[in-house]
Structure formats: structure tokens, C-alpha cells
């Protein structure tokens, strides 16, 4: 798929995927619109989503998630947090496995983040994990018994941020999870079980779709990293 005058896009899978492409485009899109009835419209565009066959759906963000380049931070942030907002329970292995994915050491990324300094490549790739995390807590609020398992599985996680999302998820999920954290949270993340879930009013939006539709474009606002907040 070619965007007009902007050379090839991080979306040619979409080729692969003819019958869902306007659909996950205005979605894509209405995700990062502004205005009175921003959140409205990208409401209405998950719901078109949903109405699509959730294999076929999920198909598509996977082969994004496989396919996108590390470099392309901003398309492949969208891709889970479409999926995050989706709340669609056949998401919930793909969530899984996006948690689950290494997270790369500094020294591999190269020089494809050396122009944008704004926060390390590392950094990145643990944020698109936590967010892959809400997801997973959103379907577990949704009464999801697998996502809660996932969850449950992470709380060894390599990093200590995905470890406190998922600690700290199923803390708030209580006896909805029925989970013995105190057996599965190692000495050193005990601290965690005392942490403060942070309003979820203060997450921060992108607030420019360019940046998602179009690879290599640095310009402009990017997500930033904050701590772990959840909806059920």
C-alpha cells in the first residue's frame, strides 16, 4: 500500500489484507484525531473494526507485530494499542505474546534510533510491552480467565515495568483473578504490592496521525513513557 507522495508505507501488509484496510486505516487514523468528538469517532471506528472477523483482525496486527521494522516505534505502538482498545478475547494469545517478545539489548538497535534521542530505543520497546499488559488487563476485567493467566505468567517478566504492570493488575483485579500473588511475586518486587495505581485522566494521547501512517518521519510528539494505568 502506497501513501500518496510519501514514498512506500509501514502499512504495505495491508495489501495482504484487502477486505479489513479501510476499516483498520480509519481507525488508525481516528486514533490520534482531536476535537469535541475525537474520542466519539475513534469509538465508532473500533466498533467497525469489531464487526470484521476477529481471526482476520488479529491476523493482520500479528503480521504487522512480526513484520515491523524496531525503527518504526509509532506504527507499531498503534498496532497495540488498537488491539489494547479493541477488547476483543481472541486478541488475548497475540497480547500475550507481545509481552513476551525479548526485549532487545541497547547494543543490538544499531544506529536506527540515532537521530531521535528523545528516549532510549530500550525504553520503547518496554512501553509497547506495558501496553500490550493493559490489554491483556482490560480482558481480565472483562471476566478473560486466559488473560489473567498471561498475566500471572509475567510477573517474572525480565523487566521490572512489565513485572510491576502485571503485579499491579492483578492486585486491582482481586479476587476477580483469584491469584496468590503473594506466592508468585519474587522478594525483590514485594514493594510493588503497596504501589498506587496512577489516574488514568493523565495518559497522554498523540495528538498527530502522520507519525503513525508514515515510516522514518521523527517529527512531532511521541508517547511518552509514564506508569502503568489501567481500565476494566
Known amino acids: 500500500m502506497e501513501m500518496k507522495g510519501q514514498g512506500p508505507s509501514s502499512w504495505a501488509l495491508l495489501g495482504e489484507f484487502t477486505e479489513l484496510a479501510p476499516a483498520f486505516t480509519a481507525a488508525i487514523r481516528a486514533m490520534s484525531g482531536v476535537g469535541g468528538h475525537a474520542e466519539e469517532q475513534y469509538q465508532a471506528a473500533l466498533d467497525e473494526l469489531r464487526a470484521k472477523p476477529q481471526g482476520d483482525l488479529v491476523a493482520l496486527v500479528r503480521r504487522g507485530w512480526e513484520s515491523l521494522p524496531r525503527a518504526a516505534y509509532i506504527e507499531r505502538w498503534g498496532l497495540v494499542q488498537l488491539l489494547t482498545d479493541l ?74 515495568a512489565v513485572r510491576v504492570a502485571c503485579i499491579i493488575a492483578l492486585r486491582e483485579l482481586g479476587d476477580q483473578a483469584d491469584v496468590d500473588l503473594a506466592a508468585l511475586v519474587a522478594d525483590p518486587d514485594r514493594d510493588v504490592l503497596g504501589f498506587q495505581v496512577a489516574d488514568l485522566e493523565g495518559v497522554r494521547r498523540i495528538d498527530r496521525v502522520d507519525h503513525i501512517l508514515h515510516p522514518g518521519n521523527a517529527e512531532g510528539p511521541q508517547p511518552k513513557p509514564q506508569s502503568p494505568t489501567y481500565r476494566r
Not at 536506527?112 to 525504553?123: I, Q
Open 87 to 160: 477488547r476483543i478475547s481472541s486478541a488475548c494469545e497475540l497480547l500475550g505474546d507481545m509481552v513476551a517478545t525479548p526485549v532487545p539489548h541497547e547494543r543490538d538497535h544499531g544506529q536506527e534510533h540515532a537521530h531521535d534521542h528523545r528516549f532510549p530505543p530500550a525504553v520503547r520497546e518496554v512501553i509497547l510491552r506495558t501496553t500490550a499488559v493493559e490489554g491483556l488487563v482490560r480482558l481480565a476485567g472483562d471476566g478473560d480467565g486466559r488473560a489473567v493467566e498471561l498475566l500471572a505468567q509475567h510477573v517474572d517478566h525480565e523487566h521490572r
